[in-house]
């Protein structure tokens, strides 16, 4: 005997079912959506996007100036330009047709996607961290084995990219975990660079494995010194305050000429030593010690172990103090202030030590950053350097470390490799220079992944503790770092 199944009226639907299906016939009067006419209202709004992009960028895009004897030399790129404006167009289009015709809210499209993977897979993350690892350990011979003719770019490369994997590590200490939004985070890598610089070159006994603990405790002691005065703010505030002591910084050491050398810098900073050898060529080098052929790369290989070998300390302490009280204080701290404070929580002591342990790294990284080059000035710390730290840190997932090595790779190898890419080169011009263009493909990668990944390329969580079984989670779930 068949059975029929009434379909669901207003009276015997659920309530819930019942509202959102009203929330659904009114969302498009919320969002002036036309369903009659929607291709057409999104190509009208596409041209009308692709023609302001045009407007504002004819003087930029269009026009090039250059100084020439008679004056300006003014040359057109219009390829270049048109360029620009069809990436406009098509961009705002396929936004219309797939994002913003929707009635959810943009973040809920891709929000959670990459958990499912997490949480099928376990062992994935820990999987590729040893990948990782094992990669990075042969990454010098395996350069110098297939790449002979560019090895020592491509060597001085990954030792860019290793700097900021630590940086965007320690970075990670006072976003991340701690939830506290710091934007002068680049001030505790001047002072451990100049603290470097200073004591090498007035003391000649003091090389650089001397000197680097003690530019790391002058770095962790400024940290401390800017933690105190913003024990009491949060979120935009605490940005702002940040923001201005790395300007402070900055300031200091462009106009303390007599201790500073102000723009000048300082020059002439001692190379790291090997058991007190030099990497040079003679009799007391280190290839003449070891017995082999001397070579310009080996310095290169060394400088590349040595911030391999911090930032392997960097996270290896991380990792521990995040199982320790202290770094579960820092957790609860960024969940909830409040109920950190009713838990009986110091919380000022709490910010204190996440401000120290992150700026202590930070220094750490500057000291190596000064004996990598050689010289330093205050041009090398602009808020910019703050900027790309904290959008690898945004950009890999608060708190996931992992995260941080994959956007360090993908923002700085890729943005460095851009370079070598020379096809862009036939389609825009000789003349163009896509380095140039950094920061919009630094704005555009932030736009894309708030989209596709509104929590970071890796937006899952694995708890510091658990009761009975340790679980991923969404990191939907975990709070932003915005000091709350």
Request: hydrophobic residues 55%; charged residues 15%; positive net charge.
């Amino acid at each position: 005997m068949a059975t029929t199944v009434d379909a669901p009226t207003a009276e015997n639907r659920p309530a819930g079912a019942q509202r959102d299906l009203e929330e659904q016939r009114r969302a498009p009067l919320k969002t002036g959506e036309d369903p009659q006419n929607t291709l057409a209202a999104s190509l009208k709004d596409a041209a009308a996007a692709a023609l302001l992009a045009g407007v504002l960028g004819f003087f930029f895009l269009a026009l090039r100036t250059e100084i020439a004897p008679g004056g300006l030399d003014v040359s057109a790129r219009w390829g270049l330009w048109l360029a620009s404006i069809a990436v406009v167009f098509a961009g705002r289009l396929l936004l219309n047709l797939f994002v913003f015709k929707t009635r959810r809210p943009v973040t809920q499209l891709f929000a959670g996607r990459g958990a499912g993977l997490g949480a099928r897979l376990p062992w994935l993350g820990k999987a590729v961290g040893a990948a990782l690892f094992l990669f990075a350990m042969i990454l010098p011979f395996f350069i110098t084995t297939v790449f002979p003719a560019q090895q020592r770019q491509y060597i001085d490369l990954a030792i860019l990219i290793m700097t900021y994997v630590m940086l965007g590590w320690g970075l990670n200490i006072v976003v991340g975990l701690a939830g506290l939004l710091d934007l002068g985070y680049v001030a505790f890598y001047a002072v451990g660079a100049y603290a470097f610089a200073l004591l090498s070159t007035h003391f000649e006994v003091i090389g650089f494995w001397t000197a680097l603990p003690l530019a790391g405790m002058l770095a962790a002691f400024w940290g401390v010194i800017l933690g105190f005065p913003v024990l009491r703010l949060r979120g935009d505030y605490l940005a702002i305050v940040t923001l201005a002591f790395g300007e402070m910084i900055r300031i200091v050491l462009l106009n303390w000429y007599d201790f500073t050398g102000g723009p000048n810098g300082i020059s002439g900073i001692p190379k790291p030593t090997l058991f007190g050898l030099e990497f040079t060529r003679g009799e007391d080098g280190v290839a003449a010690f070891l017995g082999i052929e001397y070579s310009t790369i080996h310095r290169f290989i060394y400088l590349y172990y040595i911030i391999f070998i911090l930032a392997i300390v960097t996270n290896f302490v991380t990792m521990r103090l995040r199982r320790l009280p202290v770094g579960r204080a820092w957790e609860a701290l960024r969940e909830d202030e409040i109920a950190c404070r009713s838990l009986g929580i110091n919380t000022t002591n709490t910010k204190l030590t996440a401000f120290a342990i992150g700026a202590m790294f930070g220094g750490f990284a500057g000291s190596f950053f000064a004996t990598r080059q050689g010289f330093i000035s205050p041009e090398s710390f602009t808020f910019l350097e703050s900027a790309i730290i904290l959008a690898i840190v945004v950009l890999g997932g608060l708190g996931s470390q992992i995260g941080v090595v994959i956007a360090s790779v993908v923002m700085i190898g890729g943005i460095e490799m851009l370079r070598n890419i020379g096809f862009l080169s036939d389609i825009f011009g000789p003349d163009f220079d896509p380095v140039k263009y950094r920061m919009l493909i630094f704005g555009l990668a932030m736009v894309g992944i708030m989209i596709w990944k509104p929590r970071g390329l890796i937006s899952t969580r694995e708890p510091t503790i658990a009761l009975k079984e340790r679980k991923r989670i969404g990191a939907d779930y975990v709070a932003q770092g915005e000091g709350h």
